[in-house]
């Protein structure tokens, strides 16, 4: 089983966009392959409300509830709460791949126990987001030689449930 986490308090827009994109994923996903795939919120005390709208918009969805110290801690809250072997982590305010999902299980198959990738990001569409991809670039270009290094943190971060 896959479980796919995504923290999350208050950002409802963002993640009905990222939840899209992500049964998108699944979709194509399951075009080649029979494995399950649970999808969890990680609740990060949201305001009233955040939880139903989402039972009623994605009604599959799980909802982890974590007490509001931050995505990290809401992340391992999630974690705790996940069946899946493989585990998948994006952001409320990112856009996976059509691809994302089926990639990260090949490349989880071939052996590797942990895949890392730089998400589509809403942000990337504004003048912030354009500057922070190129402060990235330049942090990282020297550690990463023949290519432009972008962003990569636990936005896409995929692992085997042994690397814990």
Wanted: proline fraction near 2%; include cysteine.
């Amino acid at each position: 089983m896959i479980s796919v986490i995504i923290p999350c308090k208050n950002r409802l827009n963002d993640l009905r966009k990222c939840l899209s994109s992500i049964y998108i994923s699944i979709e194509k996903f399951r075009e080649s392959y029979l494995e399950a795939v649970e999808v969890i919120v990680a609740n990060d005390h949201s305001d009233y409300g955040f939880i139903e709208t989402i039972n009623e918009t994605f009604p599959k969805v799980l909802i982890c509830n974590s007490n509001g110290d931050g995505p990290g801690y809401a992340r391992n809250d999630a974690f705790e709460f996940s069946k899946g072997r493989y585990i998948y982590y994006t952001d409320s305010d990112c856009e996976v791949h059509e691809d994302w999902i089926m990639n990260g299980y090949k490349a989880l198959q071939s052996g590797r126990i942990i895949v890392q990738g730089n998400p589509y990001l809403f942000q990337k569409n504004n003048y912030y987001g354009i500057q922070e991809e190129r402060l990235y670039s330049l942090m990282f270009s020297r550690y990463v030689s023949g290519t432009v290094a972008t962003m990569t943190d636990s936005r896409n971060l995929l692992m085997k449930r042994e690397m814990r």
